[in-house]
């Protein structure tokens, strides 16, 4: 249904020539001040795409995002310690 995804965080030096790199894949977020831009590739061509990126003049540095790898299911087997912090 859904194609897997890849986040890939791009450290960029040109703000401005950041936009060109939604011919990449999706453009999710360009951050201004710090000057990095997060982008989502398909997961089956994204090392073609990320090797395209990185020879781009503006470009600096790239991280993969390890977002997809982190546990995001939780569970309480632990005490319920709200009860000792009330008013």
Do not use: C, P
């Not at 994204?46 to 020879?55: D, G, H, L, P, W």
């Amino acid at each position: 249904m859904f194609a897997e995804r890849t986040g890939y965080i791009v450290w960029v030096s040109d703000v401005k020539a950041a936009r060109n790199l939604e011919k990449y894949g999706t453009l999710h977020y360009v951050s201004r001040k710090m000057h990095y831009a997060v982008m989502y590739v398909n997961a089956d061509r994204a090392e073609e795409v990320m090797k395209t990126v990185r020879r781009l003049s503006y470009v600096r540095k790239i991280e993969r995002s390890y977002r997809n790898e982190l546990k995001t299911e939780y569970t309480s087997n632990g005490q319920d310690k709200t009860r000792y912090y009330g008013l």
